[in-house]
């Protein structure tokens, strides 16, 4: 092997670059869609309906079950064909990680609710809160702020989950790295450098967790 | 919505087939890197455990490296980089005789992967025993060695077996990952049945049944080892280990 060449890395900088980008743009979509899907799963799933809060729990459960990969093959497949119309590949992939991080997310949530002290929930009803009041009002408030380095750590594992749509070939920041790989038959330089970008985003990511751990108390 | 139901397609030659392949392959490449987790994790951890801050930042980097690139570059990685930047022979051999090399490639990628998570719940397991425990043991003259081997490891491997459920479940769920080096697995059977026959709902709800299948196994036998090593007067999963 010839020694370590630096130029297919700047030569394609550019477009690494946008895979990077897209990527990036995946993991904020699919965290904030998350989040809120996640949100309202935890609520369903603390009812006290108990049809409801089994529906939620199946939902959880299911996701929970499966590979990413193939949440992302049965979206590739389902979202056309409910649709009736082809959709390019990043719709499918959207609704496939909004709907997978909702599952998870949602457990973090419910977590956080439940840390909330039964007392403060017995007060709120008391002082004639009805339920989503007392979520928005009393609990939410607090559980994120004890979430919010769990939400981070999530996000981390989200963005390398974004890898993953590599198998429907969209041109996130992994594929990127394999077509220059591919073309310039330089694998060795091209995945030893996504390894270190993928490794440097996620311990920057870590670090904004551990020190939102820090920051916990309410204003 | 038009579809044509054909759920046949499942029962069919050599659908059928394809799909024990991909069961088969996927519990094979899981259990395996499993193993190799549960080894190297344990050392892994262990060794993380101890007072000598050398041995434990080592350990630290080793930990971060293998939990924060994704999966799938470290398929890769082992895959495409390794045998390429190996001196003379051991590169050489990679790349001409090593049989089923994606197969054992993914083995290794998973178990490694696998075996970094495993060693900060195993770490996090031996901090959760009483300190005193090991100072006693050390007095009563245990060598270091017995002090884990005894006291130590007995104790945190059963404080982590709700975590360790879930790191097993995540194995079977992350031996999928190995279809992007061209492992027949079972998510890369069912893609191939979607393909040939355009019945996606079919293959696709099989897997799910399978892998949903496995989980519940895995969920049933790991509740099961809970309860036979649960030592009486302690209670079982009283730590929380946090991510």
Redesign the interface.
């Given at each position: 092997?010839s020694s370590f060449d630096l130029s297919a890395i700047s030569n394609s900088l550019p477009f690494l670059l946008e895979g990077l980008a897209l990527s990036l743009m995946l993991t904020a979509v699919a965290m904030a869609g998350g989040l809120i899907l996640g949100l309202l799963i935890a609520i369903l799933r603390l009812s006290r309906l108990r049809l409801i809060a089994g529906l939620a729990a199946l939902y959880v459960n299911?996701f929970r079950?499966?590979?990413?990969?193939?949440v992302i093959?049965?979206f590739y497949?389902?979202v056309p064909?409910?649709l009736?119309r082809p959709v390019g590949a990043l719709y499918s992939v959207l609704v496939a990680f909004v709907m997978f991080e909702g599952a998870y997310y949602s457990e973090i949530m419910r977590a956080g609710l439940q840390s909330v002290r039964s007392g403060q929930w017995q007060a709120a009803k008391a002082s004639g809160l009805s339920y989503l009041q007392t979520v928005r009002l009393v609990a939410l408030p607090q559980a994120l702020r004890k979430m919010a380095p769990?939400m981070v750590?999530q996000g981390?594992i989200l963005f390398?989950?974004t890898?993953?749509v590599?198998?429907v070939s969209l041109n996130d920041f992994?594929t990127s790295v394999?077509i220059v790989?591919n073309n310039t038959n330089r694998?060795?330089e091209m995945?030893?450098f996504?390894?270190l970008v993928?490794?440097l985003i996620?311990?920057t990511g870590?670090a904004v967790a551990s020190s939102l751990k820090h920051v916990r108390a309410i204003a | 919505?038009n579809?044509s139901w054909n759920w046949a397609v499942l029962v069919q030659d050599p659908y059928v087939q394809w799909l024990v392949w991909g069961t088969e392959m996927t519990m094979a490449i899981s259990i395996a890197a499993l193993i190799i987790a549960l080894v190297i994790g344990t050392a892994i951890g262990v060794l993380h455990s101890s007072d000598d801050r050398i041995v434990r930042s080592v350990m630290g980097a080793y930990i971060?490296?293998f939990?924060?690139?994704?999966?799938?570059?470290?398929m890769?990685?082992w895959f495409?980089?390794v045998p390429?930047?190996l001196p003379g022979g051991a590169g050489r051999w990679l790349k001409r005789d090593l049989p089923y090399p994606e197969i054992v490639t993914s083995i290794i990628a998973l178990g490694l992967f696998t075996s970094s998570r495993i060693a900060v719940q195993i770490s996090a397991g031996i901090d959760a025993v009483p300190r005193g425990q090991r100072m006693a043991a050390r007095a009563s003259g245990l060598s270091m060695l017995q002090v884990y081997r005894l006291v130590l490891l007995p104790q945190a491997v059963r404080i982590i077996v709700p975590p360790l459920t879930s790191e097993i479940?995540t194995i079977f769920?992350?031996?999928?990952?190995a279809?992007?080096i061209g492992v027949y697995e079972l998510?890369a059977q069912?893609?191939q049945i979607?393909s040939m026959t355009y019945q996606?709902?079919e293959a696709?709800t099989a897997?799910?049944v399978i892998?949903?299948t496995i989980?519940l196994l895995v969920t049933l036998l790991m509740r099961g080892v809970e309860r036979w090593t649960a030592l009486p007067g302690t209670v079982s999963g009283g730590v929380s280990v946090?991510?």
């Open positions: 092997m299911g079950a499966v590979p990413l990969i193939l093959f049965w497949f389902l064909l409910a009736g769990l750590t981390v390398q989950d890898a993953l590599y198998v992994m394999t790989a694998p060795v995945y030893v996504a390894a993928y490794l996620c311990l870590n | 919505m579809y971060s490296v939990r924060n690139v994704p999966l799938l570059l470290q890769f990685l495409f980089v390429e930047i479940l769920k992350n031996s999928s990952i279809l992007t998510t069912t893609q979607q996606g709902f696709f897997a799910t892998y949903v989980a946090q991510f």
